[in-house]
C-alpha cells in the first residue's frame, strides 16, 4: 500500500524535534514537505528535523521539500495529510483550510479551545466525510498507558477513589505562545487538556461536575489552573471518586500522576511526555503501601505510534481510538469551558451528562 504523505504547517518546536524525524521514520506514512511562513525558516526547520532523525538512525529515502507559504504546501498533491503544530489561536482556521484542501488533518492539542470552536469544526468536517480530523494529544498511545488502563480493568488497584496529576514548566519568555493570549497561551489550553484527557480516560467516564481556580498574570494568561473534578459513586461504593489536577506555567518543571484505588496504586512518573531513549513505567503499588510490580521501562515513540494509526485509519486499515476523534475532544473542549465557568464564578459547575 501507498505511504500516506505528510505536510507540516509550521516549522514548531515540536515538529522539528520530534514529530517530523517521527513522521520520517513511520513505516506507513512519507513526510513530503515542511511549510513556514518564511522559506529560509522552512529551510532552517527541515534541516533541523533531518539532524533529529539521523540521531536516531533514520533517513527518508527522498528528502522532504521546503515551503515558503502554507498555501503552496496545502496546493501539493502529494500531501495527503497534514500535521498542523500552529499556536493554539490558529488551529481551527487552518484545520478548515486544510479541509478545504482535501487534506486529512492531525491537528496539535488541544484541537480547540471551546465548545464553540469546536461546533465550528464540527460543522466544517461534516461538509468532509471522507477526510479524517484527529487531535494529537499523543500520550495516549505510549504503551505505558496500555499498561496502566489494564491494570485498573483487571481491577489490580479495586475501585478507583482519586487521581492526581501535577503538570508544570517554568517560561516568562513573552514570545513564547503559551505566554501570549493572542495565541491561545495559559496553562489551562497547555497542559489542562492533558489532565482532563487523562482523568477522563482513567475513570472511563464523564465527570459529573468540576471546580477550578485560575491565576492570570498582567497580560491576561492563566499561569495556573487547578482543578477537581468529581465522578459520581459507582454502585455499592461510599462516595463519589474525584481527580485533582494542577497546572503551572510558571514552576519548575514536573509531571506526575497518581492513581488510589481502595486495593493499590499506581504512580507514573512521566506520564505526558515520555523521553523515548530513557523509557518509561508505570508502577503498581498494594493496599499498604507495598511495592507490587515494576516493570521493564517501555521504550516507544508515541508520535509514530500515533501516525501509523492514523494514517492506517485514513488507508481504511485501522480505526482512531475513540478519544483522537472530533466528537470526544468536542466533549474535551466542554470541560475546558467548565474550568473558565468555575474560577470566574468561583463555584461548583455541573457537567452535561
Ligand atoms: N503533543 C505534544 O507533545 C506537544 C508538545 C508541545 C507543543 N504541542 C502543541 O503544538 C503546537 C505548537 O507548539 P510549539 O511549542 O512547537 O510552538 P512554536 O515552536 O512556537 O511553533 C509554532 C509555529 O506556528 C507558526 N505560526 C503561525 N502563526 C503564528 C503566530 N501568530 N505566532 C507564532 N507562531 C506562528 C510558526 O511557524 P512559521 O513561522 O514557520 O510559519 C511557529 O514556528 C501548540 O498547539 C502546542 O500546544 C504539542
Same mark, same amino acid.
Given at each position: 500500500?501507498?505511504?500516506?504523505?505528510?505536510?507540516?504547517?509550521?516549522?514548531? #518546536?515540536?515538529?522539528?524535534?520530534?514529530?517530523?524525524?517521527? *513522521?520520517?521514520?513511520?513505516?506507513?506514512?512519507?513526510?513530503?514537505?515542511?511549510?513556514?511562513? +518564511?522559506?529560509?525558516?522552512?529551510?532552517?526547520?527541515?534541516?533541523?528535523?533531518?539532524?533529529?532523525?539521523?540521531?536516531?538512525?533514520? $533517513?527518508?529515502?527522498?528528502?522532504?521539500?521546503?515551503?515558503?507559504?502554507? &498555501?503552496? !504546501?496545502?496546493?501539493?498533491?502529494?500531501?495527503? %495529510?497534514? $500535521?498542523?503544530? *500552529?499556536?493554539?489561536? &490558529?488551529?481551527?482556521?487552518?484545520?478548515?483550510?486544510?479541509? &478545504?484542501?482535501?487534506?486529512?488533518?492531525?491537528?496539535?492539542?488541544?484541537?480547540?479551545?471551546?465548545?464553540?470552536?469546536?461546533?465550528?469544526?464540527?460543522?466544517?468536517?461534516?461538509? $468532509?466525510?471522507?477526510?479524517?480530523?484527529? &487531535?494529537?494529544?499523543?500520550?495516549?498511545?505510549?504503551?505505558?498507558?496500555?499498561?496502566? !488502563?489494564?491494570?485498573?480493568?483487571? /481491577? =489490580?488497584?479495586?475501585?478507583?477513589?482519586?487521581?492526581?496529576?501535577?503538570?508544570?514548566?517554568?517560561?516568562? +519568555?513573552?514570545?513564547?505562545?503559551?505566554?501570549?493570549?493572542?495565541?491561545?497561551?495559559?496553562?489551562?489550553? +497547555?497542559? /489542562?487538556?492533558?489532565?482532563?484527557?487523562?482523568?477522563? !480516560?482513567?475513570?472511563?467516564? @464523564?465527570?459529573?461536575?468540576? #471546580?477550578?481556580?485560575?491565576?492570570?498574570?498582567?497580560?491576561?494568561?492563566?499561569?495556573?489552573? =487547578?482543578?477537581?473534578?468529581?465522578?459520581?459513586?459507582?454502585?455499592?461504593?461510599?462516595? %463519589?471518586?474525584?481527580?485533582?489536577?494542577?497546572?503551572?506555567?510558571?514552576?519548575? $518543571?514536573?509531571?506526575?500522576?497518581?492513581?488510589?484505588?481502595?486495593?493499590?496504586?499506581?504512580?507514573?512518573?512521566?506520564?505526558?511526555?515520555?523521553?523515548?531513549?530513557?523509557?518509561?513505567?508505570?508502577?503498581?503499588?498494594?493496599?499498604?503501601?507495598?511495592?507490587?510490580?515494576?516493570? @521493564?521501562?517501555?521504550?516507544?515513540?508515541?508520535?509514530?505510534?500515533?501516525?501509523?494509526?492514523?494514517?492506517?485509519?485514513?488507508?481504511?486499515?485501522?480505526?482512531?481510538?475513540? @478519544?483522537?476523534?472530533?466528537? +470526544?475532544?468536542?466533549?474535551?473542549?466542554?470541560?475546558?469551558?467548565?474550568?473558565?465557568?468555575?474560577?470566574?464564578?468561583?463555584?461548583?459547575?455541573? !457537567?452535561?451528562?
Amino acid at each position: 500500500m501507498e505511504k500516506l504523505g505528510w505536510g507540516v504547517l509550521g516549522s514548531a #518546536r515540536i515538529a522539528r524535534k520530534k514529530v517530523m524525524p517521527a *513522521l520520517m521514520g513511520a513505516s506507513t506514512g512519507r513526510l513530503v514537505a515542511l511549510a513556514s511562513r +518564511d522559506l529560509a525558516r522552512a529551510e532552517a526547520g527541515l534541516a533541523e528535523a533531518l539532524a533529529e532523525a539521523a540521531q536516531r538512525g533514520i $533517513y527518508p529515502d527522498q528528502r522532504p521539500m521546503a515551503c515558503g507559504s502554507y &498555501e503552496e !504546501l496545502l496546493a501539493n498533491p502529494q500531501v495527503d %495529510a497534514v $500535521y498542523l503544530p *500552529l499556536p493554539n489561536s &490558529e488551529h481551527v482556521a487552518w484545520a478548515i483550510r486544510a479541509l &478545504e484542501a482535501g487534506k486529512h488533518v492531525l491537528l496539535e492539542k488541544p484541537g480547540v479551545k471551546s465548545g464553540e470552536e469546536a461546533l465550528q469544526l464540527q460543522a466544517a468536517a461534516s461538509r $468532509y466525510p471522507k477526510l479524517l480530523v484527529s &487531535e494529537g494529544l499523543m500520550f495516549r498511545h505510549h504503551p505505558q498507558w496500555d499498561l496502566a !488502563l489494564n491494570w485498573i480493568r483487571d /481491577g =489490580r488497584i479495586g475501585a478507583l477513589r482519586s487521581v492526581q496529576i501535577q503538570f508544570s514548566f517554568y517560561s516568562e +519568555d513573552p514570545t513564547n505562545i503559551r505566554n501570549r493570549k493572542e495565541t491561545g497561551g495559559g496553562a489551562l489550553l +497547555d497542559l /489542562g487538556c492533558y489532565a482532563i484527557a487523562a482523568s477522563r !480516560l482513567i475513570f472511563g467516564a @464523564e465527570a459529573s461536575a468540576l #471546580r477550578a481556580v485560575q491565576t492570570f498574570n498582567q497580560a491576561g494568561v492563566d499561569v495556573q489552573t =487547578r482543578a477537581e473534578m468529581r465522578f459520581d459513586p459507582l454502585a455499592g461504593a461510599e462516595a %463519589a471518586s474525584r481527580a485533582f489536577w494542577s497546572t503551572d506555567i510558571r514552576a519548575a $518543571y514536573f509531571q506526575r500522576l497518581d492513581i488510589s484505588g481502595t486495593e493499590g496504586r499506581i504512580f507514573m512518573e512521566r506520564p505526558f511526555s515520555p523521553v523515548f531513549h530513557e523509557g518509561v513505567r508505570p508502577v503498581l503499588f498494594g493496599q499498604a503501601g507495598n511495592l507490587v510490580l515494576d516493570p @521493564e521501562p517501555l521504550r516507544a515513540d508515541h508520535f509514530t505510534l500515533q501516525a501509523d494509526r492514523f494514517s492506517l485509519a485514513v488507508q481504511g486499515r485501522g480505526l482512531l481510538v475513540p @478519544e483522537d476523534g472530533l466528537p +470526544d475532544w468536542a466533549i474535551q473542549a466542554h470541560y475546558m469551558d467548565a474550568v473558565r465557568q468555575s474560577a470566574n464564578a468561583d463555584t461548583w459547575v455541573a !457537567l452535561l451528562p
